[in-house]
């Protein structure tokens, strides 16, 4: 059973500020979900397939080996670099 309290974590983990209303609708919508997985968990294990399986191809290329970009021209469209890198947002926990 999900708990108000329950709502309020995951909007905390998520940086996310909610309503009281919105933490009811949550809540009947997180519920929602885990009944549907209740429901996957009393399916069946290892039933035949109704279907023709096909066999799997691999469709994606072969990788190759290529000469990658010059640093200068990498360097020369982002916003921040510092010391021949790229930098990004600082990360707050």
């Known amino acids: 059973m999900i708990t108000e309290k329950d709502?309020?974590?995951?909007?905390?983990?998520?940086?996310?500020?909610?309503?009281?209303?919105?933490v009811q609708k949550f809540k009947e919508d997180f519920q929602s979900i885990l009944d549907y997985f209740n429901i996957l968990d009393e399916v069946e294990e290892n039933v035949e397939p109704s279907f023709?399986?096909?066999p799997l191809t691999n469709v994606f290329r072969k990788d190759e080996v290529k000469e990658s970009l010059p640093r200068e021209d990498v360097l020369?469209?982002?916003?921040?670099?510092?010391d021949g890198y790229i930098k990004g947002p600082r990360v707050v926990e």
Do not use: C
């Open 52 to 54: 023709q399986v096909l």
């Open 76 to 82: 020369r469209n982002p916003k921040h670099v510092e």
């Open 7 to 22: 709502v309020l974590h995951i909007a905390d983990l998520a940086k996310i500020e909610i309503s009281e209303e919105e």
